[in-house]
């Protein structure tokens, strides 16, 4: 069983920074991709962010150019710094952790919540 939690959400005005942490813990395959997910109330939960534990990483246009995602993998720990925040990117924040050779251990945390507004 895997085990993630979250840290890092809060209030921030427009064009403020946060970053967000995710520590997994539990039985973690050393092959895994870790990722940022958002989600508002009524709308399906979306991807922000995800990286290999090979460091590769993918964002959503949405997010290009102002968040970064990044890996520790000794801590098994990703974080996502966030700059040049906007309202639109107030959701609630659930780190993932996907392992491919085993899909069946996939596991969410139960989020963050980020609120941008003046």
């Known amino acids: 069983q895997v085990r993630l939690a979250e840290s890092g959400g809060g209030l921030v005005q427009p064009g403020g920074s946060l970053r967000l942490s995710c520590a997994a813990s539990?039985?973690?395959?050393?092959?895994?991709?870790m990722g940022w997910y958002r989600q508002t109330p009524g709308q399906q939960r979306e991807l922000v962010a995800t990286i290999t534990s090979g460091g590769i990483a993918n964002y959503a246009d949405s997010v290009k150019g102002r968040f970064t995602i990044a890996r520790d993998n000794a801590k098994n720990t990703v974080y996502l710094q966030m700059n040049s925040l906007k309202p639109e990117d107030t959701a609630v924040y659930h780190c993932?952790?996907?392992?491919?050779?085993?899909?069946?251990?996939?596991?969410w945390g139960q989020g963050t919540q980020v609120i941008v507004s003046s």
């Open positions: 993932k952790i996907d392992f491919p050779s085993a899909p069946s251990a996939n596991s």
């Open positions: 539990g039985s973690i395959f050393s092959i895994n991709v």
